[in-house]
């Protein structure tokens, strides 16, 4: 028999439901989510999962934060760290009595570990402001002795393919500290801005995003969007995305004209557009953007424009935990960087297309060769991201002028399609010479067959 409600007073356990899904509704809503501050948080399931990208989420020798803080302890890293740490504390003149009570008495250790991760560990204070300590130290002491002026490998004492493995280590989504951290650590900004200037140096970054002035304690934080000047990044690679996307987004919305766009559809999807080979048999013409050094392309009058792009062992890092922290579910951005790569993985087939871009000056390859980079950037073609404003702006101006060059298209992508199947090794070469061969000298036979010389 199913039972009937008849009285006003609701069953417990549907009481603490009600609570429940009340309480969900103002975090998600209410007064504690005005603040919208991306926390350090473990790599998506979905990414993480994949075997094929283990090694981009993983800490070589380095573990740094949280997430990773027993799992390199008895490797030789640990070593580095803790000696590093020991390094800029003498160099910088640091205390440790001064360090642990400016934490305890502004209550940054709370604050942080509260703004910062998004979980609860039960971790005792002393432990989390060791981490903090440790790890900060040793972070600005890398970054400080990492200036193209400075022998790395005499005053941090590491060999250099060590140190290459390590800078890829600060690049990790959950092997971040909170960079206020480093603001607690580092009081001189100059300093401060020296170290991060080399950090976005080591991979290929020139753009140097300005650091804002320091907040006081009082002084109200902001909901972080793109684009702020005046935030500070969440840690290190929140910087380096800032690094990456610092041109001016207003001068790409006038050329939309300023039109409201329809939303597409929200099913994730993968951007065709066309392989680089394919822009030129349509006419456009592939060039570098000097004046651009962020992630955005442009396209006018049949000329689609890229900025410079270093690929090298550090790249799949970078944009493989840059998409993993596009898709965090507490930062509001615009997925500009898996945008960016989804239009790459587009243009990019094949070791020519990787080819055409080099000679045009936008690729600058640092890899073995061709292949690799086509073939890093096929495997990103994984990356489903929503359609964005910006890329599908320029997306839809390509496809307008593909129309327009229909016919030299397809003619290109049967070349394109003979030329892999009968080109593509010496031996399919040679099998299509006998063919072709066999094919004229049997027309050849049939035609005296049919025209016999007269005797």
Known sequence: MHPT????????????????????????????????????????????????????????????????????????????????????????????EDLFTELYEEDRLSSMRKEFYNHSRPYYDRDVIETFTVDGCCVLELLEKSDLSVDPEQELKISMDKLVRVHQDLLILDNQIPFESLRILCQDHERLQKCLCNFLQVHGIQTVPKLPRKKTQNEEVKVAVDGDDDEDPVHLLDYLRKALLMRDQHTFYKAINHKKMKRGSLHLRKYRIGTIRELKAAGIRVTKDSHNNSVYPSFKDGMLQLPELIVDGSTPHIFFNLVAFEMCPDFRNNFEVSSFLVFMSSLIDQPEDVKELRMAGIIIN????????????????????????????????????FESKRGRIRMLSWMGEASNTFFRSPWTIIALLAATLGLVLTFIQTWFAIHPKAS
């Open 366 to 401: 640092e890899l073995a060769n061709d292949k690799e980079v086509a073939d890093l950037f096929n495997k990103m073609d994984t990356i489903l991201v929503p359609e964005t404003e910006l890329f599908a702006h320029v997306r839809d101006q390509i496809h307008s002028h």
């Open 5 to 96: 409600i008849e009285s006003t007073e609701e069953p417990g356990w549907l009481g603490s439901l009600r609570k429940r899904l009340e309480e969900s509704e103002k975090q998600l809503t209410g007064e504690g989510n005005k603040v919208s501050r991306p926390k350090i948080q473990g790599i998506p399931a979905y990414m993480a999962e994949k075997v094929e990208f283990h090694r981009y989420y993983r800490p070589q020798i380095i573990s740094l934060g949280q997430f990773h803080r027993r799992e390199l302890e008895t490797r030789q890293g640990e070593l580095y760290k803790k000696a590093w740490a020991a390094m800029y504390i003498k160099h910088a003149n640091l205390k440790f």
